[in-house]
């Protein structure tokens, strides 16, 4: 059941009804449009505009100012707010008793006249002309208190972006990052492709996946996790250079850096390793911040953050041993790594296999500490399936995360082409997990065969555009990056 509308939304639909019996439609079908307002000040202070020059500007009214027979009011469209200036004696009685009585705040309007400054220096549009484009009938969120809960910005976006300029810059960086990722690796060569979103089995990535069901086919299908195990089979088929941007969807906890579906960029690269990707992603950062932003240097949440190269590189073994002590190296076994773990004062998980001890220590005590640009290498074989071993180590891969902020931002491997390998470790997982444990991997038979047709080595490497949008733009939860974040029903 609806709620009961509130006085200013009566109001509102009675004027809408005025309109309409005085013959005025109020959401005329089309608008004419000469200049933006960044358009018309821009000309303005050029002097590319005579004195009875006239321009058409539109836009939603953002504020009014009545003042007897003259008033003042601003108008914003996508490029910015202009100021209009309308007289009764210049537009008569019936189109100024029309804007005076008939219009809101956070109508759609447009208006028609000559540009000039005002006494107090700003550049104005003298009205001659003035038509209702759209009439609103919620009014706009209260000027001096904003539109401040969380909740409520998150679920009425559209609000937020509306009243929140500083929310619209956001998500204009957010489209400049990707603009910026597509060009660097354009320009070196890597082809975008598409791959499928709804997968008979899904992998490329420790997820629980999000299933659906065909209908027609009768048959159960996943929401993919990852693009991986799909854009490795194009390097099979004879391209060497592969990336995608798109959308990934998992079904796990939401938090301040998780949410179930989030944009994902993933490259593959022939005959080249981790050592090269690496190389490439430090590069390929480094550029696009410097795009964006026009520095390496960046501020996010009380850190002054240096992307300059060279970046640090540590192993995950260093990485833990400074954090913690513990050189989980000396403790082979689950067994033995959790006792010595306890002894310290953590609290592992019961029955979590070793790589996922290492895994528990990185992200507890190791992540948050990493701010400054720095690259993490060689993980443990047990919690990365589909990376090659190291060849003097096979307890560890060929394998980095790069960590800016205290968050991972992207993670790569020295990709598994071995298809007997593969099949081996796909096999070993299943008798690692349970089922229902995130790091099991389905057998992906259509990949094995794909493989066993010879796949070239290869480099990978995948990064969230969510979080590295939320490094850039100095946002401490995902949430302030995607435009529609997903919430718990208000029911």
Do not use: C
Not at 67 to 73: D, E, N, P
Not at 97 to 119: A, K, M, N, S, Y
Request: charge should be negative; charged fraction near 30%.
């Amino acid at each position: 059941m609806s709620e009961p509308l509130t006085e200013q939304e009566i109001v509102r639909r009675q004027k809408l009804e005025r309109l309409r019996a005085a013959g005025i439609d109020p959401y005329p079908p089309r608008a004419h449009r000469t200049h933006t307002a960044a358009e018309a000040i821009a000309a303005f202070e050029a002097g590319q505009l005579s004195e009875d020059q006239a321009l058409t500007l539109v836009g939603r009214l953002m504020a009014i100012r009545i003042m007897g027979k003259a008033s003042f009011a601003h108008i914003e469209d996508g490029s910015g707010r202009i100021q209009f200036y309308i007289r009764r004696d210049v537009v008569g009685d019936e189109v100024y008793e029309f804007f005076r009585r008939d219009l809101d705040l956070g109508d759609f309007v447009e208006v028609t006249g000559p540009i000039f400054r005002t006494r107090t220096g700003e550049v104005t549009l003298k009205v001659e002309k003035i038509r209702l484009l759209a009439k609103a009938l919620l009014p706009l969120p209260d000027k001096w208190h904003g539109l401040r809960d969380v909740e409520t910005r998150y679920r009425h976006r559209y609000v937020d972006l509306m009243v929140n300029p500083q929310v619209r810059q956001v998500f204009i960086t957010r489209a400049r990052i990707i603009q910026a990722i597509r060009r660097f690796l354009d320009e070196r060569g890597f082809l975008e492709v598409e791959t499928p979103i709804l997968q008979p089995v899904y992998g490329g990535a420790a997820a629980r996946p999000f299933i659906t069901h065909h209908n027609q086919l009768d048959q159960d299908l996943y929401l993919r996790i990852s693009f991986e195990l799909y854009l490795k089979r194009l390097l099979v088929g004879g391209y060497e250079k592969v990336y995608e941007i798109g959308r990934d969807f998992r079904n796990e906890g939401i938090s301040f850096k998780h949410n179930p579906e989030f944009t994902q960029l993933e490259f593959y690269w022939a005959y080249a390793d981790y050592e090269k990707v690496m190389d490439l992603v430090e590069e390929m950062v480094v550029y696009v911040v410097q795009d964006v932003l026009g520095s390496t240097h960046l501020h996010y949440q009380g850190h002054e953050i240096d992307l300059t190269p060279p970046w640090r590189r540590v192993t995950l073994r260093e990485a833990i041993r400074e954090r913690t002590g513990i050189d989980y190296v000396e403790y082979p076994t689950a067994e033995k790594l959790a006792a010595v773990m306890r002894e310290r004062g953590y609290e592992p998980q019961p029955k979590a296999t070793w790589g996922k001890l290492v895994d528990y220590l990185l992200g507890s005590e190791v992540e948050p500490h990493l701010i400054q640009p720095t690259f993490v290498l060689d993980y443990p074989r047990d919690i990365s399936p589909l990376a090659k071993k190291k060849p003097d180590d096979p307890t560890h891969v060929e394998r980095f995360e790069f960590f800016v902020g205290g968050m991972e931002m992207g993670n790569a491997f020295t990709e598994l082409n071995d298809p007997l390998d593969q099949e081996q470790r796909f096999l070993e997982m299943r008798r690692l997990y349970a089922p229902e444990d995130e790091e099991a991997h389905p057998l992906d038979e259509d990949y094995l065969l794909a493989q066993r047709y010879g796949m070239p080595p290869n480099g990978g490497f995948g990064m969230g555009i969510d979080r590295f949008t939320m490094l850039l733009t100095d946002k401490p939860s995902i949430r302030e990056v995607i435009l529609f974040p997903h919430l718990r029903s208000k029911d």
